[in-house]
């Protein structure tokens, strides 16, 4: 929370677990979140040992080995680029919640101070708790440990020091039980923390909320929500990332066929458009109740106002009780009456926009987009995307 006299901001990442533990070794400075020492420590721990081990026995690149570490994108992707980016999203994630989430009481929605700093208290003792990564801790040992015949799974092909007996070599267990824990424990780190957003947004849209039908923004005011989906978009790169590489290898060196893959690229992007637009649905019973009340009274509005109009300016008859409702400046004439119940008609049940969908769809596309030039070129690929916008 900040301090007393600035509006109240829950971070997803500072004052959990996971961030006290890297901050007591060192790896978290007292300023800041550390974000790149992190990124660059676990990329380089998880990644170096198996890049070493491969290059020693010579299965680094073809030659010994039809298929090497290198050509097997996924083992690269998980730990340069996935690990890396669910390290950096921490930073971005603080940032756009510590920005948004104050805007709340800064646009009038919620006017309680203390009830907004009850619901925030809320959320940090949740964060803070031990017993979820504990669960989590025990969920990647679980996923390591217990994972049934790994050691002859497709993508450690590359780790297979004694042909005769399938015996993985250190490269591999590196793999297995370092970095792809590593990974693990990221992942459901942020599936954790995007639990705890969506239970905080449920907590807000309890509170009485001072919504305005007629804003502009189509959400009664809450239109700066829309920008919250875009705290996970390195979350869903870095997963779409690790997707999207295995697709690739199979694709380049398996003959698979791109039109295989239409259905899990079409169920994945179903699926994080669901997760990770959770938080914003928590408004819908809100807005929708706002919307189709404000309805009824706007339409009541333009109504008393128009017959107003009618009465003076066509009947020609004095009309003392509604005299209040014609000289009003709020309303105006009887256009901006019409306007204000059409921003009425026009309001949206979810906080979300373009800026949310793009925030989601285009980092779990864009490494679908790498895969697919495997074998489209991307000239071809542009040519197409003209013609169909064209």
């Not at 990974?183 to 001072?210: D, E, G, H, I």
Request: proline share 7%; glycine share 6%.
């Amino acid at each position: 929370m900040t301090d007393s006299g600035d509006p109240p901001a829950v971070s997803l990442i500072r004052g959990d677990p996971m961030y006290r533990v890297q901050r007591a070794i060192g790896l978290i400075p007292a300023e800041g979140l550390g974000i790149g020492r992190r990124a660059v420590f676990f990329a380089l721990v998880t990644w170096l040992p198996i890049a070493a081990w491969a290059w020693w026995r010579g299965h680094a690149v073809a030659g010994a080995l039809d298929e090497p570490l290198l050509h097997h994108f996924g083992v690269t992707i998980r730990c340069l680029v996935a690990i890396p980016l669910l390290i950096i999203a921490e930073g971005v994630a603080h940032a756009v919640t510590m920005r948004l989430l104050p805007q709340f009481l800064r646009a009038g929605i919620v006017t309680d101070n203390e009830a907004f700093r009850a619901v925030v208290r809320r959320a940090e003792r949740a964060r803070d708790q031990t017993l979820p990564w504990i669960l989590i801790v025990g969920a990647v040992i679980a996923w390591v440990v217990l994972a049934p015949a790994t050691h002859q799974a497709h993508d450690i092909i590359w780790a297979v020091d004694e042909p005769a007996t399938r015996s993985v070599g250190f490269g591999g267990w590196w793999y297995l039980y370092v970095a792809r824990a590593v990974y693990v424990a990221l992942m459901l780190a942020w599936f954790w923390r995007l639990f705890l957003l969506t239970r905080f947004m449920f907590y807000l849209s309890r509170l009485p909320l001072s919504l305005v039908p007629t804003h502009p923004d189509r959400h009664g005011g809450l239109g700066f929500l829309s920008a919250v989906p875009g705290a996970f978009a390195l979350v869903i790169l870095a997963l779409s990332a690790v997707l999207s590489a295995g697709w690739a290898h199979d694709v380049k060196y398996h003959e698979m066929s791109l039109n295989s893959l239409k259905v899990p690229a079409a169920s994945f992007l179903v699926l994080v458009l669901v997760v990770f637009l959770s938080p914003l649905f928590v408004y819908l019973p809100v807005l929708a109740r706002t919307r189709k009340f404000a309805r009824l009274e706007y339409a009541a509005l333009v109504a008393r106002h128009g017959r107003a109009v009618r009465e003076r300016w066509i009947n020609g008859k004095p009309v003392v009780d509604d005299e209040p409702l014609l000289e009003a400046q709020e309303i105006g004439p009887v256009a901006d009456t019409i306007s204000m119940y059409d921003a009425v008609e026009r309001m949206r049940p979810v906080p979300v926009d373009r800026t949310s969908l793009f925030a989601v769809l285009v980092p779990a596309i864009f490494p679908m987009i790498l895969v697919v030039a495997l074998r489209v070129p991307v000239k071809d690929m542009l040519l197409s995307l003209l013609k169909a916008l064209t």
